[in-house]
């Protein structure tokens, strides 16, 4: 199964990629994880902003690959748990979807994405920097993974 971080921003410090990578080489071949930076719209002192996200929305939906399950990052979305995330993932395992994780950017998601997602979800209830969103979901992924597999990292 594949798992698409689809993100507005990119250019991220070399720590970021770091982390990343170090949970994408624990991840099994079965699981991938891909992460796709799109360009945050151009901001100015008389940018309009809702303009900006509904363009980011455009570029995010565009991006998402036909039939996968799409789900929005946004701070009033669900709080979700590692263990509910390991049942979701063995649920999509076994239904053999791909799915898609939509992060905004620095204004959020546009309404679209928003209605397009069959769920939302809230990594924290505290406002995390975006490239620190790409490292928690990869090591999150990697945690349920483990759940599932038995393994002792989640104790």
């Not at 239904?95 to 994405?113: F, H, K, R, T």
């Not at 769920?119 to 990869?138: E, G």
Request: charged share 25%.
């Amino acid at each position: 199964m594949r798992v698409s971080l689809l993100c507005i921003g990119g250019k991220m410090p070399a720590w970021v990629e770091d982390g990343v990578a170090e949970y994408r080489k624990r991840l099994p071949a079965e699981i991938q994880l891909d992460i796709r930076e799109l360009p945050m719209a151009k901001r100015g002192k008389t940018t309009d902003i809702r303009r900006a996200i509904a363009q980011e929305g455009e570029a995010l939906l565009a991006a998402v690959p036909k039939g996968d399950v799409v789900i929005a990052l946004d701070v009033l979305g669900k709080s979700v748990s590692t263990e509910s995330l390991a049942a979701s993932l063995r649920q999509w395992q076994m239904e053999g979807d791909n799915i898609s994780i939509l992060v905004g950017g620095p204004d959020g998601l546009a309404a679209e994405c928003l209605s397009a997602a069959r769920q939302k979800w809230s990594l924290s209830a505290m406002t995390l920097p975006h490239p620190l969103v790409r490292v928690v979901f990869a090591e999150q992924l990697y945690r349920a993974w483990t759940i599932l597999a038995n393994h002792p990292y989640h104790r």
